[in-house]
Protein backbone atom coordinates (compact mmCIF):
# COMPACT_ATOMS: atom_id res chain seq x y z
CA UNK A 1 0.00 0.00 0.00
CA UNK A 2 1.63 3.35 -1.06
CA UNK A 3 1.70 6.32 1.33
CA UNK A 4 -0.77 8.05 -0.83
CA UNK A 5 -3.65 5.28 -0.27
CA UNK A 6 -2.92 5.01 3.35
CA UNK A 7 -3.41 8.56 3.78
CA UNK A 8 -6.70 8.93 1.66
CA UNK A 9 -8.06 5.95 3.64
CA UNK A 10 -6.76 7.49 7.05
CA UNK A 11 -8.25 10.86 5.62
CA UNK A 12 -11.41 9.36 4.27
CA UNK A 13 -11.81 7.48 8.10
CA UNK A 14 -11.38 10.81 9.77
CA UNK A 15 -13.45 12.46 8.10
CA UNK A 16 -16.61 9.93 8.07
CA UNK A 17 -16.22 9.51 11.78
CA UNK A 18 -16.92 13.85 11.75
CA UNK A 19 -20.10 12.75 10.39
CA UNK A 20 -22.93 12.40 13.18
CA UNK A 21 -23.56 8.59 12.56
CA UNK A 22 -27.89 9.11 11.82
CA UNK A 23 -28.18 5.28 10.22
CA UNK A 24 -30.79 3.23 12.51
CA UNK A 25 -32.65 0.61 12.88
CA UNK A 26 -35.91 1.00 13.02
CA UNK A 27 -39.82 -1.38 13.24
CA UNK A 28 -39.56 -4.75 11.45
CA UNK A 29 -35.63 -4.31 10.83
CA UNK A 30 -36.14 -1.82 8.20
CA UNK A 31 -33.06 0.72 7.60
CA UNK A 32 -33.18 4.35 7.50
CA UNK A 33 -30.46 6.76 6.45
CA UNK A 34 -31.55 8.71 9.16
CA UNK A 35 -33.37 8.04 12.58
CA UNK A 36 -35.74 10.50 11.86
CA UNK A 37 -37.22 8.47 8.97
CA UNK A 38 -37.85 5.37 11.43
CA UNK A 39 -41.47 6.91 12.46
CA UNK A 40 -42.52 6.76 8.62
CA UNK A 41 -42.27 3.27 8.32
CA UNK A 42 -44.86 3.04 11.10
CA UNK A 43 -46.93 5.47 9.46
CA UNK A 44 -46.70 3.79 6.29
CA UNK A 45 -47.75 0.56 7.23
CA UNK A 46 -51.00 2.49 9.65
CA UNK A 47 -51.50 4.18 5.90
CA UNK A 48 -51.46 0.92 3.93
CA UNK A 49 -53.54 -1.17 6.32
CA UNK A 50 -56.27 1.47 7.50
CA UNK A 51 -56.26 4.23 4.75
CA UNK A 52 -55.69 2.77 1.69
CA UNK A 53 -57.66 -0.89 1.82
CA UNK A 54 -54.55 -2.74 2.34
CA UNK A 55 -52.30 -1.50 -0.66
CA UNK A 56 -55.04 -0.28 -2.93
CA UNK A 57 -54.65 2.38 -5.66
CA UNK A 58 -58.11 3.15 -5.21
CA UNK A 59 -60.24 6.31 -4.42
CA UNK A 60 -58.35 7.35 -1.46
CA UNK A 61 -55.29 6.98 -2.91
CA UNK A 62 -56.67 9.48 -5.74
CA UNK A 63 -58.15 11.68 -3.46
CA UNK A 64 -54.82 11.56 -1.21
CA UNK A 65 -52.83 12.36 -4.27
CA UNK A 66 -55.42 14.75 -5.45
CA UNK A 67 -54.52 17.32 -2.13
CA UNK A 68 -50.99 16.76 -2.27
CA UNK A 69 -51.89 19.75 -5.00
CA UNK A 70 -54.39 21.26 -3.64
CA UNK A 71 -52.17 21.85 -0.11
CA UNK A 72 -49.13 22.88 -2.28
CA UNK A 73 -50.40 25.39 -5.12
CA UNK A 74 -51.25 27.65 -2.16
CA UNK A 75 -48.26 29.59 -3.24
CA UNK A 76 -46.94 32.16 -5.22
CA UNK A 77 -43.62 33.76 -6.32
CA UNK A 78 -45.21 37.35 -6.14
CA UNK A 79 -47.58 37.69 -3.35
CA UNK A 80 -46.47 35.73 -0.27
CA UNK A 81 -49.60 36.10 1.51
CA UNK A 82 -51.17 33.59 -1.55
CA UNK A 83 -50.09 30.86 0.74
CA UNK A 84 -47.46 28.67 2.59
CA UNK A 85 -47.34 26.57 -0.40
CA UNK A 86 -47.04 22.75 0.81
CA UNK A 87 -47.78 23.48 4.16
CA UNK A 88 -50.93 21.57 5.43
CA UNK A 89 -52.75 24.95 5.38
CA UNK A 90 -55.90 22.80 3.57
CA UNK A 91 -55.95 20.32 6.81
CA UNK A 92 -55.11 23.16 9.53
CA UNK A 93 -57.50 25.54 8.21
CA UNK A 94 -60.36 23.34 6.49
CA UNK A 95 -63.19 24.73 7.44
CA UNK A 96 -61.87 27.68 5.40
CA UNK A 97 -59.69 26.51 2.44
CA UNK A 98 -61.66 23.21 1.32
CA UNK A 99 -64.76 25.23 1.00
CA UNK A 100 -63.30 27.22 -1.80
CA UNK A 101 -64.77 26.32 -4.98
CA UNK A 102 -61.48 24.84 -6.55
CA UNK A 103 -61.46 22.20 -3.41
CA UNK A 104 -65.08 20.81 -3.60
CA UNK A 105 -64.59 17.17 -2.60
CA UNK A 106 -61.50 17.42 0.03
CA UNK A 107 -62.89 17.83 3.04
CA UNK A 108 -64.00 14.08 2.74
CA UNK A 109 -60.16 12.98 2.59
CA UNK A 110 -58.71 15.65 5.09
CA UNK A 111 -60.60 14.62 7.45
CA UNK A 112 -60.08 11.26 6.82
CA UNK A 113 -56.56 11.98 7.18
CA UNK A 114 -56.35 14.59 10.09
CA UNK A 115 -56.63 11.85 12.50
CA UNK A 116 -53.57 9.83 11.37
CA UNK A 117 -51.20 12.80 11.35
CA UNK A 118 -52.25 13.68 14.67
CA UNK A 119 -51.73 9.62 16.03
CA UNK A 120 -48.54 10.04 14.54
CA UNK A 121 -47.34 13.25 15.90
CA UNK A 122 -46.59 14.42 12.24
CA UNK A 123 -47.01 18.05 10.72
CA UNK A 124 -50.13 18.19 8.29
CA UNK A 125 -47.55 19.23 5.12
CA UNK A 126 -45.21 15.95 5.68
CA UNK A 127 -48.25 13.96 6.14
CA UNK A 128 -50.41 15.34 3.08
CA UNK A 129 -47.14 14.73 0.65
CA UNK A 130 -46.41 11.25 2.55
CA UNK A 131 -50.15 10.09 2.19
CA UNK A 132 -50.04 11.25 -1.68
CA UNK A 133 -46.17 9.59 -2.48
CA UNK A 134 -47.26 6.40 -0.87
CA UNK A 135 -50.96 6.02 -2.17
CA UNK A 136 -49.50 6.62 -5.60
CA UNK A 137 -46.62 3.84 -5.06
CA UNK A 138 -49.95 1.52 -5.06
CA UNK A 139 -50.74 2.04 -8.74
CA UNK A 140 -49.51 -0.20 -11.24
CA UNK A 141 -46.33 1.13 -13.32
CA UNK A 142 -46.57 4.04 -10.87
CA UNK A 143 -43.96 7.04 -9.99
CA UNK A 144 -41.80 6.38 -6.39
CA UNK A 145 -41.90 9.73 -5.31
CA UNK A 146 -39.39 11.33 -3.48
CA UNK A 147 -40.43 12.27 0.02
CA UNK A 148 -38.54 15.09 2.62
CA UNK A 149 -39.76 15.04 5.85
CA UNK A 150 -39.61 18.53 8.66
CA UNK A 151 -41.76 20.62 7.24
CA UNK A 152 -42.83 22.69 10.17
CA UNK A 153 -46.54 22.49 11.46
CA UNK A 154 -47.57 26.34 11.48
CA UNK A 155 -48.74 28.12 8.84
CA UNK A 156 -51.45 30.08 7.70
CA UNK A 157 -54.43 30.01 5.46
CA UNK A 158 -53.99 29.81 1.79
CA UNK A 159 -56.04 32.37 0.03
CA UNK A 160 -58.26 31.70 -2.60
CA UNK A 161 -58.10 31.06 -6.51
CA UNK A 162 -54.73 29.59 -6.21
CA UNK A 163 -56.08 26.48 -7.26
CA UNK A 164 -56.92 26.11 -11.29
CA UNK A 165 -60.15 25.02 -12.39
CA UNK A 166 -61.44 23.30 -14.95
CA UNK A 167 -62.98 26.03 -16.92
CA UNK A 168 -60.25 28.01 -16.64
CA UNK A 169 -58.73 28.60 -19.57
CA UNK A 170 -55.01 27.43 -21.23
CA UNK A 171 -53.54 31.14 -20.70
CA UNK A 172 -55.00 31.29 -17.30
CA UNK A 173 -53.86 27.74 -16.02
CA UNK A 174 -50.37 28.22 -17.55
CA UNK A 175 -50.03 31.83 -15.40
CA UNK A 176 -50.79 30.51 -12.48
CA UNK A 177 -49.13 27.23 -12.53
CA UNK A 178 -46.42 29.79 -13.41
CA UNK A 179 -46.69 31.62 -10.92
CA UNK A 180 -46.42 29.03 -8.41
CA UNK A 181 -42.80 28.26 -10.73
CA UNK A 182 -43.76 25.53 -13.21
CA UNK A 183 -42.93 26.11 -16.89
CA UNK A 184 -46.00 24.58 -19.18
CA UNK A 185 -44.03 21.43 -20.10
CA UNK A 186 -44.32 20.36 -16.18
CA UNK A 187 -47.66 21.14 -15.56
CA UNK A 188 -48.08 18.50 -18.53
CA UNK A 189 -46.11 16.62 -16.31
CA UNK A 190 -48.16 17.14 -13.30
CA UNK A 191 -51.47 16.11 -15.34
CA UNK A 192 -50.27 12.16 -15.57
CA UNK A 193 -51.69 12.47 -12.13
CA UNK A 194 -55.30 12.24 -14.00
CA UNK A 195 -54.32 9.10 -14.65
CA UNK A 196 -55.33 7.91 -11.45
CA UNK A 197 -58.32 10.04 -11.12
CA UNK A 198 -62.33 10.38 -11.09
CA UNK A 199 -64.66 12.84 -10.22
CA UNK A 200 -67.56 13.61 -8.43
CA UNK A 201 -68.30 17.15 -8.31
CA UNK A 202 -67.74 18.80 -12.05
CA UNK A 203 -70.83 16.53 -13.32
CA UNK A 204 -72.83 15.50 -10.23
CA UNK A 205 -75.24 13.78 -11.81
CA UNK A 206 -72.51 10.65 -12.98
CA UNK A 207 -70.81 10.33 -9.55
CA UNK A 208 -66.96 8.21 -9.66
CA UNK A 209 -66.80 8.58 -12.94
CA UNK A 210 -62.75 8.33 -14.11
CA UNK A 211 -61.00 10.11 -16.77
CA UNK A 212 -59.54 7.32 -18.02
CA UNK A 213 -60.22 3.58 -18.50
CA UNK A 214 -57.31 2.72 -16.24
CA UNK A 215 -58.06 4.34 -13.79
CA UNK A 216 -56.01 2.31 -11.05
CA UNK A 217 -52.97 2.01 -13.21
CA UNK A 218 -50.54 4.96 -13.71
CA UNK A 219 -50.14 4.87 -17.33
CA UNK A 220 -50.19 6.90 -20.73
CA UNK A 221 -54.02 6.23 -21.35
CA UNK A 222 -55.20 9.50 -20.19
CA UNK A 223 -53.47 10.97 -22.82
CA UNK A 224 -54.73 9.13 -25.44
CA UNK A 225 -58.23 9.09 -24.41
CA UNK A 226 -58.12 13.05 -24.17
CA UNK A 227 -57.31 13.20 -27.57
CA UNK A 228 -60.31 10.78 -28.85
CA UNK A 229 -62.97 12.76 -30.96
CA UNK A 230 -65.53 13.43 -28.08
CA UNK A 231 -69.31 12.30 -28.77
CA UNK A 232 -71.57 11.72 -25.67
CA UNK A 233 -71.30 13.19 -22.25
CA UNK A 234 -71.44 10.32 -19.77
CA UNK A 235 -74.24 12.09 -17.28
CA UNK A 236 -77.12 14.01 -18.03
CA UNK A 237 -75.71 16.43 -20.41
CA UNK A 238 -73.17 19.20 -20.57
CA UNK A 239 -71.91 20.39 -17.23
CA UNK A 240 -69.58 23.71 -16.31
CA UNK A 241 -65.83 22.26 -16.95
CA UNK A 242 -66.92 19.30 -18.64
CA UNK A 243 -66.93 18.34 -22.72
CA UNK A 244 -67.65 15.91 -24.68
CA UNK A 245 -66.13 12.11 -23.71
CA UNK A 246 -65.55 9.51 -26.16
CA UNK A 247 -66.49 6.55 -23.81
CA UNK A 248 -69.51 6.07 -21.79
CA UNK A 249 -68.37 6.27 -18.14
CA UNK A 250 -65.75 8.29 -18.70
CA UNK A 251 -65.42 12.75 -17.96
CA UNK A 252 -63.44 14.54 -19.83
CA UNK A 253 -62.81 17.91 -18.19
CA UNK A 254 -62.81 21.04 -20.32
CA UNK A 255 -58.93 22.06 -19.28
CA UNK A 256 -57.60 18.56 -19.86
CA UNK A 257 -59.16 18.46 -23.53
CA UNK A 258 -57.89 22.31 -24.08
CA UNK A 259 -54.56 21.75 -22.92
CA UNK A 260 -53.96 18.32 -25.13
CA UNK A 261 -54.48 20.15 -27.81
CA UNK A 262 -52.59 23.80 -27.34
CA UNK A 263 -49.79 24.68 -28.91
CA UNK A 264 -47.86 25.23 -26.08
CA UNK A 265 -48.70 22.00 -24.33
CA UNK A 266 -49.60 19.47 -26.93
CA UNK A 267 -46.51 18.01 -27.73
CA UNK A 268 -44.74 17.04 -24.36
CA UNK A 269 -48.50 15.98 -23.89
CA UNK A 270 -47.71 13.54 -27.15
CA UNK A 271 -45.08 12.76 -26.21
CA UNK A 272 -46.12 10.44 -23.00
CA UNK A 273 -48.60 8.81 -25.14
CA UNK A 274 -45.97 6.06 -26.18
CA UNK A 275 -43.83 6.65 -23.22
CA UNK A 276 -44.96 5.58 -19.83
CA UNK A 277 -40.65 5.51 -18.64
CA UNK A 278 -40.87 9.26 -19.89
CA UNK A 279 -43.83 10.27 -17.72
CA UNK A 280 -43.06 8.69 -14.77
CA UNK A 281 -39.85 10.71 -14.66
CA UNK A 282 -41.39 13.90 -15.48
CA UNK A 283 -43.98 13.13 -12.93
CA UNK A 284 -41.42 12.42 -10.64
CA UNK A 285 -39.28 15.67 -11.21
CA UNK A 286 -42.39 17.91 -11.18
CA UNK A 287 -43.79 16.20 -7.89
CA UNK A 288 -40.75 16.81 -6.43
CA UNK A 289 -40.60 21.08 -6.75
CA UNK A 290 -44.27 21.10 -6.19
CA UNK A 291 -44.30 18.95 -2.56
CA UNK A 292 -41.60 21.55 -1.43
CA UNK A 293 -43.00 24.64 -2.26
CA UNK A 294 -42.54 26.88 0.52
CA UNK A 295 -39.46 25.49 1.68
CA UNK A 296 -35.87 24.84 1.38
CA UNK A 297 -35.10 21.72 1.06
CA UNK A 298 -31.80 22.07 3.06
CA UNK A 299 -34.03 21.83 5.98
CA UNK A 300 -35.70 18.76 5.25
CA UNK A 301 -34.60 15.48 5.27
CA UNK A 302 -34.48 12.67 2.58
CA UNK A 303 -37.13 9.97 3.61
CA UNK A 304 -37.66 8.70 0.59
CA UNK A 305 -36.51 5.33 1.41
CA UNK A 306 -39.97 4.85 3.05
CA UNK A 307 -41.88 5.17 -0.31
CA UNK A 308 -42.57 1.51 -1.58
CA UNK A 309 -41.35 0.22 -5.01
CA UNK A 310 -44.23 0.48 -7.10
CA UNK A 311 -44.82 -2.57 -9.38
CA UNK A 312 -43.71 -2.55 -13.00
CA UNK A 313 -46.14 -1.04 -15.86
CA UNK A 314 -47.48 -3.65 -17.99
CA UNK A 315 -46.44 -2.10 -21.14
CA UNK A 316 -44.54 1.34 -22.42
CA UNK A 317 -47.13 2.83 -24.45
CA UNK A 318 -51.04 3.44 -24.53
CA UNK A 319 -53.48 1.68 -26.53
CA UNK A 320 -56.88 3.07 -28.55
CA UNK A 321 -59.68 1.60 -26.62
CA UNK A 322 -61.85 -0.96 -28.16
CA UNK A 323 -63.66 0.25 -31.17
CA UNK A 324 -61.55 3.07 -31.87
CA UNK A 325 -59.26 3.82 -34.96
CA UNK A 326 -55.90 5.78 -35.46
CA UNK A 327 -58.53 8.26 -37.15
CA UNK A 328 -60.17 8.86 -33.64
CA UNK A 329 -57.18 10.24 -32.30
CA UNK A 330 -57.20 14.52 -32.49
CA UNK A 331 -53.63 14.49 -32.72
CA UNK A 332 -52.67 18.09 -32.19
CA UNK A 333 -48.26 18.46 -31.98
CA UNK A 334 -47.62 20.04 -34.91
CA UNK A 335 -43.36 18.85 -35.08
CA UNK A 336 -43.86 15.04 -34.50
CA UNK A 337 -46.10 12.70 -35.62
CA UNK A 338 -48.36 11.06 -33.71
CA UNK A 339 -47.25 7.27 -32.91
CA UNK A 340 -49.52 4.45 -34.49
CA UNK A 341 -51.25 2.65 -31.90
CA UNK A 342 -53.11 -0.64 -31.12
CA UNK A 343 -56.38 -1.07 -30.82
CA UNK A 344 -57.53 -3.17 -27.59
CA UNK A 345 -59.58 -6.41 -28.91
CA UNK A 346 -63.05 -6.64 -28.39
CA UNK A 347 -66.19 -4.42 -28.96
CA UNK A 348 -66.38 -0.83 -27.06
CA UNK A 349 -66.92 -0.40 -23.78
CA UNK A 350 -68.08 1.73 -20.98
CA UNK A 351 -66.12 3.27 -17.90
CA UNK A 352 -67.12 1.68 -14.99
CA UNK A 353 -66.96 4.00 -11.99
CA UNK A 354 -64.25 3.51 -9.45
CA UNK A 355 -65.71 1.81 -6.47
CA UNK A 356 -66.25 3.66 -3.36
CA UNK A 357 -64.65 2.15 -0.22
C1 LIG B 1 -53.65 22.12 -13.64
C2 LIG B 1 -54.90 22.06 -13.59
C3 LIG B 1 -55.79 21.06 -12.94
C4 LIG B 1 -57.14 21.12 -12.98
C5 LIG B 1 -57.99 22.18 -13.66
C6 LIG B 1 -57.64 19.97 -12.26
C7 LIG B 1 -58.97 19.68 -12.06
C8 LIG B 1 -59.47 18.55 -11.46
C9 LIG B 1 -60.86 18.28 -11.24
C10 LIG B 1 -62.00 19.22 -11.60
C11 LIG B 1 -60.97 17.07 -10.65
C12 LIG B 1 -62.25 16.35 -10.22
C13 LIG B 1 -62.60 16.64 -8.78
C14 LIG B 1 -63.98 16.12 -8.45
O1 LIG B 1 -64.95 16.56 -9.08
O2 LIG B 1 -64.11 15.25 -7.57
C15 LIG B 1 -59.63 16.57 -10.49
C16 LIG B 1 -59.32 15.36 -9.94
C17 LIG B 1 -58.04 14.96 -9.65
N1 LIG B 1 -56.89 15.71 -9.83
FE1 LIG B 1 -56.72 17.42 -10.88
N2 LIG B 1 -56.59 19.23 -11.80
C18 LIG B 1 -55.45 19.86 -12.16
C19 LIG B 1 -54.17 19.46 -11.83
C20 LIG B 1 -53.87 18.40 -11.02
C21 LIG B 1 -52.56 18.13 -10.49
C22 LIG B 1 -51.32 18.98 -10.73
C23 LIG B 1 -52.64 17.01 -9.77
C24 LIG B 1 -51.43 16.41 -9.08
C25 LIG B 1 -51.35 15.79 -8.02
C26 LIG B 1 -54.02 16.55 -9.83
C27 LIG B 1 -54.52 15.39 -9.29
C28 LIG B 1 -55.84 14.98 -9.36
C29 LIG B 1 -56.32 13.69 -8.91
C30 LIG B 1 -55.46 12.53 -8.38
C31 LIG B 1 -57.70 13.68 -9.08
C32 LIG B 1 -58.68 12.55 -8.75
C33 LIG B 1 -59.33 12.71 -7.41
C34 LIG B 1 -60.28 11.55 -7.10
O3 LIG B 1 -60.43 10.64 -7.93
O4 LIG B 1 -60.89 11.57 -6.02
N3 LIG B 1 -54.73 17.43 -10.58
N4 LIG B 1 -58.74 17.49 -10.99
C1 LIG C 1 -50.34 20.32 14.24
O1 LIG C 1 -51.31 21.33 14.40
C2 LIG C 1 -52.64 20.80 14.67
C3 LIG C 1 -53.57 21.98 14.80
O2 LIG C 1 -53.81 22.62 13.58
C4 LIG C 1 -52.64 19.93 15.89
O3 LIG C 1 -53.92 19.34 16.04
C5 LIG C 1 -51.60 18.84 15.76
O4 LIG C 1 -51.55 18.06 16.93
C6 LIG C 1 -50.25 19.46 15.48
N1 LIG C 1 -49.26 18.42 15.27
C7 LIG C 1 -48.01 18.52 15.73
C8 LIG C 1 -47.10 17.39 15.41
O5 LIG C 1 -47.62 19.49 16.33
C1 LIG D 1 -81.10 13.00 -15.10
O1 LIG D 1 -82.17 13.66 -15.74
C2 LIG D 1 -83.41 12.98 -15.63
C3 LIG D 1 -84.42 13.72 -16.49
O2 LIG D 1 -84.37 15.11 -16.26
C4 LIG D 1 -83.81 12.87 -14.18
O3 LIG D 1 -85.00 12.15 -14.05
C5 LIG D 1 -82.71 12.16 -13.40
O4 LIG D 1 -83.00 12.16 -12.01
C6 LIG D 1 -81.37 12.85 -13.62
N1 LIG D 1 -80.33 12.05 -12.99
C7 LIG D 1 -79.41 12.56 -12.22
C8 LIG D 1 -78.44 11.59 -11.60
O5 LIG D 1 -79.34 13.74 -11.96
Keep these: ?17 ALPSKRAVCSQGRVASNAACCK ?71 EVQRPFAIKHGVSFGDFIQFAGAVGVSNCGGGP ?43 VVALLASHSVAAQDHVDPTIHGSPFDSTFSTFDPQVFVEVLLKGTLFPGNGSQPGEVLSPLPGEVRLQSDFAIARDSRTAC ?16 EAAMAKMAIL ?19 AASNSAALPAGFSMADVEASCNNAAFPTLSTLPGAQTSVAPVPPS
Design 1 to 17: MSFKTIFAIVSLAIFAS
Design 268 to 283: EWQSFVNNHALMVSRF
Design 144 to 186: RLQFLAGRSNNTFPAQDLTVPEPTDSVTAILDRMGDAGFSPNE
Design 40 to 110: WFDVLDDLQANLFDGGECGEETHESLRLTFHDAIGFSRSNPRAGGGADGSIMHFAETETNFHANLGTDDIV
Design 294 to 312: GHNPRNLIDCSEVIPVPSK
